[in-house]
């Protein structure tokens, strides 16, 4: 698929339904995503309204995940009531844009939870 | 197969830049001059800008001297003499733009500015998160680049990740996202300085480091103590970075092998400039302004002057001026030029003769030399217009 500009070529209605949401680039075993503004209803590889930032769920050399927001953009299609799909608003949690996601303290939680026990297994075996 | 064994050398090709990045960590051989309180003031002076540019002179032949770029094309055109005028001018203030001296500032200090810290976040992820605002039409100065530790912990960015975020979103041309060999490895840059490509390694400096950083300090502070050593002056004058260099050597206090270079290349009233910047510098208590006013109205400005040699290749109205303009063009100075150069050296003595002067000896050879070759020319310059019969203002 060919990159489309930033500021998309995709055609909505007025009054539909927007969303912001992740756009599964990259290729087999190597994800990259685009976020992107685009109408609710279409699948993920339709052309855009309009491309907002980009996310590398792959840490670097320096042991870091890469994200890029248009923080202008994107509040300002929160302001016009855009939806939000829960990874892209748990990445904005996360970025301190907007509340931390329920779901991040979930997983946070439950990672906490597997190294105790792993620890504790670790050690009843020792 | 053949893809498969090119991502493999490409894989192996990373490898190498890691290894490189590490050596980058352990900097090249630090130099032992530092600025020790912020600079930032006093360089950016007016009256101190004025100094420099003064001393960096202004020489086309040299600011638009052939450059390893792509396009080093010229263009030939007809011109009417007010249009010529006009191209002329336009010229000068574009090379006083080329010649913009980069700041000399004090190395930025990385402070921790933590935005909220949530313990409950803890272990949210394996790996930190980096995220950068990409807002259309920011400057680099002004992107907001935030972390988010494992801890939970949100804070600004080091200015290190900072300024890589920045040069991977907004690529800068020229500038690598990884530390140039020739900065990394201790050997190259030795052989560069060795093979007096300062000019080069300065230039590539500016490109890759910002002003405010340690390595930029760090290097620059090792070439400008390298040229002092080998005294090859002349390859920065009419460059950006002459400036600099010579408000380091002011700072330092090792002005005398620069001033020892400009006296005998005759360039007095840019010694006269040296010294005096040394003494605003260091708060001499010398009253150098005066001579510094008497020698402005003697001198014309590296602009006008540029200006005039522009215009001499024009063909100049005969007449009594015709001879004046032959016997200064004979010698290669002036009255006014004589007056301002005993002046100067009155300056120069009274430094050399003070405590703040180090290579006395040398210094008053070069002004002993310099004194017996002007009053030669003075001679000859009196004996010419006599013969032409030119009475003496």
Redesign the interface.
């Known amino acids: 698929m060919s990159l489309s500009p930033a500021s998309g070529i995709g055609r909505f209605y007025a009054k539909s339904a927007k969303i912001i949401r992740f756009v599964r680039l990259g290729c087999t075993n190597r994800p990259f995503y685009h976020i992107v503004v685009m109408e609710r209803r279409k699948n993920q590889h339709q052309p855009v309204i309009e491309q907002v930032?980009s996310y590398d769920p792959l840490?670097n050399?320096?042991?870091?995940?890469?994200?890029?927001?248009?923080?202008?953009?994107i509040r300002f299609w929160l302001g016009k009531g855009a939806h939000l799909s829960t990874p892209a608003a748990e990445l904005l949690g996360?970025?301190?844009l907007l509340p931390?996601h329920p779901r991040?303290?979930m997983?946070?939680?439950r990672?906490?939870r597997t190294?105790a026990e792993s620890e504790a297994k670790a050690e009843t075996t020792a | 197969m053949h893809l498969v064994r090119q991502i493999r050398q490409l894989n192996g090709l990373q490898g190498l830049r890691?290894a490189l990045?590490q050596v980058s960590t352990a900097p090249t051989k630090p130099a032992t001059l530092k600025y020790e309180r912020d600079p930032q003031p006093l360089f950016t002076d007016a009256e101190t800008q004025k100094l420099l540019q003064s001393m960096t002179q202004l020489h086309l032949d040299r600011v638009f001297r052939k450059r390893t770029v792509p396009d080093n094309s010229s263009e030939i055109k007809f011109m009417t003499t007010e249009q010529l005028e006009l191209e002329f001018q336009s010229m000068v203030e574009k090379a006083q733009h080329m010649l913009q001296m980069p700041p000399v500032v004090k190395i930025k200090e990385d402070v921790d500015r933590i935005?909220?810290k949530?313990p409950?976040?803890?272990?949210?992820?394996d790996?930190?998160?980096?995220?950068?605002?990409?807002?259309?039409g920011r400057r680099q100065s002004e992107r907001?680049v935030?972390?988010?530790e494992t801890d939970?912990t949100?804070a600004y960015a080091s200015l290190d990740?900072t300024k890589?975020?920045n040069q991977?979103?907004f690529p800068l041309d020229g500038r690598q996202s990884y530390t140039p060999r020739m900065f990394a490895l201790e050997e190259l840059i030795a052989k560069c300085l060795t093979e007096h490509k300062y000019e080069y390694v300065m230039d590539r400096l500016l490109v890759q480091y910002e002003p405010h950083e340690p390595e930029f300090h760090n290097i620059s502070a090792r070439v400008f103590e390298h040229l002092n050593e080998s005294k090859q002056f002349d390859l920065l004058r009419s460059t950006r970075h002459f400036g600099p260099m010579a408000f380091f050597y002011a700072w330092h206090r090792c002005i005398d092998d620069l001033l020892y270079d400009m006296i005998r290349r005759d360039y007095l009233q840019n010694a006269v400039e040296l010294i005096a910047l040394s003494y605003k510098i260091h708060n001499v208590p010398v009253e150098y302004q005066e001579t510094l006013a008497k020698l402005d109205a003697l001198h014309p400005t590296p602009a006008q002057s540029a200006l005039t040699e522009l215009r001499s290749g024009m063909r100049q109205p005969e007449g009594q001026q015709g001879i004046e303009q032959e016997i200064h063009s004979a010698i290669g100075k002036t009255e006014k030029d004589f007056t301002a150069d005993e002046i100067s050296l009155q300056f120069i003595e009274q430094y050399i003769a003070s405590e703040h002067a180090l290579k006395k000896v040398q210094l008053e050879l070069a002004v002993q030399t310099l004194k017996e070759v002007n009053q030669e020319k003075l001679q000859l310059f009196q004996g010419l217009k006599k013969a032409h019969g030119i009475q003496a203002s």
């Open positions: 930032g840490p050399d320096h042991n870091e995940r890469l994200v890029a927001l248009n923080t202008e953009r996360i970025a301190g931390i991040t303290y997983t946070a939680w990672n906490r190294a | 890691h990045r935005i909220a949530d409950a976040l803890k272990d949210f992820a790996t930190k998160f980096v995220f950068t605002d990409i807002t259309f907001k935030v972390v988010r939970g949100l990740t890589r975020m991977l979103y």
